[in-house]
């Protein structure tokens, strides 16, 4: 079993880690909804209560994703069903020409007005994961609820293992979180991780939210892209030279 998962007791209880939207991969085996149990000899996540999950992932107020109407006064219908009016007020405050989509600058904006300022590389990252197939360089209601409802999962599991409640996650509550999901990371990895966020001043490394958010969708997106040529999860693949740097690169340079 490769080290990047493992198999857990399923009396276990364990988030798995939330779903990217179904744009990012075309395999329908992999279009897995958010809160699904895995096999347990996969390696790549837990089977866990369902409906223990569903009650520890509701996203909290400034993610909200309630029972509202997705009505609004200026008319935005691209919304899903049942998307909460905060989401929908969320969108239309930043979308200032009226387009009906909004780019990086103006979702940086979205996502820091009622939280917490996101980084820019963050933000792309986002956008290359939730992209509109109709415009790479912004992106529409659907794609926006989606996010904010991922971004609201999240929270949740940053907020369970901020164990300290310090506002920021250290390299040992990353490392819990991630095998808390199911992804048994290499002490080596991680280090490589943490690496990305260290400003020089030697200080303890530290992941505000946005940082977190960005590690995990890059672990999970990489595992994702894995799991396609591992069919039979066994945690090994083969690429080729092209299949790898399509694979990776994307990652690396989408949002520099």
């Known amino acids: 079993m490769s080290s990047y998962g493992r198999s857990?007791?399923?009396?276990?209880?364990?988030?798995?880690?939330?779903?990217?939207?179904?744009s990012y991969s075309q395999q329908e085996d992999d279009r897995r909804s958010?809160?699904?149990?895995?096999?347990?000899?996969?390696?790549?996540?837990?089977?866990?209560?369902?409906?223990?999950?569903?009650?520890?992932?509701?996203?909290?107020?400034?993610?909200?994703q309630g029972q509202g109407q997705s009505?609004?006064?200026?008319?935005y219908s691209g919304f899903p069903p049942g998307t909460h009016p905060d989401v929908i007020r969320s969108f239309e405050m930043v979308d200032v020409d009226r387009s009906g989509y909004i780019d990086e600058k103006e979702l940086q904006r979205a996502l820091s007005?009622?939280?917490?300022?996101?980084?820019?590389?963050?933000?792309?990252?986002?956008?290359?994961?939730?992209?509109?197939?109709?415009?790479?360089?912004r992106i529409g209601p659907k794609e926006f609820a989606a996010l904010w409802s991922c971004l609201g999962q999240w929270r949740a599991i940053y907020d369970r293992y901020d164990r300290d409640r310090s506002g920021k996650i250290d390299l040992?509550?990353?490392?819990?979180?991630?095998?808390?999901?199911?992804?048994?990371?290499?002490?080596?990895?991680?280090?490589?991780?943490?690496?990305?966020?260290?400003?020089?001043?030697?200080?303890?490394?530290?992941?505000?939210?946005?940082s977190f958010v960005e590690c995990g969708l890059i672990l999970k997106g990489l595992t994702e892209k894995f799991k396609e040529k591992d069919k039979r999860y066994v945690g090994q693949a083969t690429f080729n030279y092209d299949e790898f740097m399509s694979t990776v690169l994307p990652f690396l340079v989408a949002y520099d």
């Open 8 to 22: 857990y007791s399923s009396e276990s209880y364990a988030p798995s880690a939330p779903s990217l939207p179904e």
């Open 71 to 75: 009505s609004s006064p200026t008319g």
């Open 113 to 137: 007005s009622g939280y917490q300022r996101f980084n820019l590389r963050t933000i792309r990252l986002l956008m290359f994961l939730f992209k509109n197939p109709h415009d790479a360089l």
């Open 172 to 210: 040992f509550e990353l490392r819990d979180a991630l095998y808390g999901l199911g992804y048994a990371v290499p002490p080596s990895v991680l280090k490589i991780l943490m690496s990305k966020y260290d400003d020089g001043s030697g200080r303890k490394i530290e992941l505000g939210f946005d």
């Open 34 to 64: 958010y809160g699904s149990s895995r096999p347990q000899s996969s390696g790549y996540g837990v089977h866990q209560n369902h409906q223990q999950q569903q009650q520890y992932h509701q996203p909290p107020p400034a993610y909200g």
